[in-house]
Nanobody
């Protein structure tokens, strides 16, 4: 099991930016996993926003492509999500996890609120 702690959420106006960070424990194995950022809006299912392989290959949901950038630092055992040009529909709780996600590894998430 990998303990994951998300941070960096907050309230921002539409068009603004936020940078989320996820710190992982069990650092000896972190670098082997494909990691993802997920989000869950009120009343909706949790969905994958972006993923990054151990080698740095990235993939994005169509809704965030060209606005969000996922990155990782295997030396620091972190995976970040830079979010630009935020929209009200980006409002959600954001989580990091492996991809595919493992239920036991869900953390508390970090809340992102985008006002119009």
């Amino acid at each position: 099991q990998v303990q994951l702690v998300e941070s960096g959420g907050g309230l921002v106006q539409a068009g603004g930016s936020l940078r989320l960070s996820c710190a992982a424990s069990r650092t000896s194995i972190f670098r082997f996993f494909t990691m993802g950022w997920y989000r869950q809006a009120p009343g909706k299912q949790r969905t994958l926003v972006a993923s990054i392989t151990s080698g740095g290959v990235t993939n994005y949901a169509d809704s965030v492509k060209d606005r969000f950038t996922i990155s990782r630092d295997n030396a620091k055992n972190t995976v970040d999500l830079q979010m630009n040009s935020l929209k009200p529909e980006d409002t959600a709780v954001y989580y990091c996890n492996k991809w595919p996600a493992t239920p036991v590894d869900w953390g508390q998430g970090t809340q992102v609120n985008v006002s119009s």
